[in-house]
């Protein structure tokens, strides 16, 4: 798909997500009324219901932060879409709110249909949002979800492709890569060079962390590194914006200085909760 016109893989991405999150809200709505008097407001505020309490609420905070990244996956396709400046930002802030609005749903449904109080349990299950949903609603609907998992995870692949081979040939054109991955595909227009760089290099990190460390740990050095990369990535554009409102003079210091110090901060914290102390296989990552 990434391989084609950019059309093809926004219309599958945008049209499967919408499925996705349709299922998502209507399962969370589900839990949310089976749960019954375990609803409460108390699980937004009360952070001894988390494993070790404030530390568990911390490491909690690295796997939401990227999570919540992928919406600025569209500044990459500024190029390619009309009306940049307007679309682009636009779609980032329904994209951003949309995302945060669902995980609140789906977060808080899931941990009052289980029960604040074992949420330990839930840590330790295979697949507890299936567990939750065949209780509900029986295998039929579990296997109707689990299939839309299956393809939001291709979904998220394709994203990634998207990005990361536009940010390759972006370098490539600055010339701060080699000149051969900015080349065009010059039928489909799509940047193929840097496609297949991503794919191999994708490849090729996957097989190696295997032969290092096994599938199990392979997987959790890949997972972990992404996430301490995703986290950094964060930091650094924090950095960036501080840096270019000085430059700029944009006389905006609430949203040029104290947010990215704020999110610099509480992201510093959730570094030192995910990765202290040094564990390995997981430090590796």
């Not at 209780?135 to 394709?158: C, F, M």
């Amino acid at each position: 798909l990434a391989w084609f016109r950019i059309t093809p893989s926004l219309t599958y991405g945008g049209v499967t997500a919408i499925i996705e999150a349709a299922v998502l809200i209507a399962a969370s709505i589900a839990m949310i009324v089976w749960a019954g008097s375990r609803n409460s407001g108390s699980v937004f505020a009360d952070p001894h219901l988390a494993i070790s309490g404030w530390k568990g609420v911390i490491i909690g905070m690295a796997v939401a932060s990227t999570a919540l990244g992928g919406p600025d996956a569209v500044v990459f396709l500024g190029e390619e879409s009309r009306s940049a400046r307007t679309t682009i930002r636009r779609a980032l802030l329904i994209g951003q709110f949309s995302v945060i609005g669902l995980y609140l749903l789906y977060s808080y449904a899931v941990t009052v249909a289980w029960g604040p109080a074992k949420m330990g349990t839930f840590a330790l299950a295979p697949a507890p949002g299936l567990a939750l949903i065949g209780s509900i609603a029986g295998r039929v609907v579990v296997l109707i979800v689990a299939l839309l998992i299956l393809n939001s995870s291709i979904g998220v692949n394709l994203a990634i492709n998207l990005t990361a081979s536009r940010m390759l040939f972006d370098h490539a054109r600055a010339g701060l890569l080699p000149a051969r991955l900015a080349r065009v595909h010059p039928r489909w227009r799509t940047p193929g060079a840097a496609l297949v760089a991503t794919v191999v290099i994708e490849i090729v990190t996957a097989v190696v962390a295997r032969g290092l460390w096994g599938a199990t740990n392979g997987f959790i050095v890949c997972l972990i590194g992404a996430t301490a990369g995703g986290i950094f990535s964060f930091i650094i554009t924090d950095v960036a914006l501080i840096v270019f409102g000085r430059r700029a003079r944009t006389g905006k210091p609430l949203w040029m200085i104290v947010v990215p110090l704020i999110s610099i901060g509480l992201l510093g914290l959730s570094c030192y909760g995910n990765f202290f102390p040094i564990a390995f296989p997981a430090s590796i990552g």
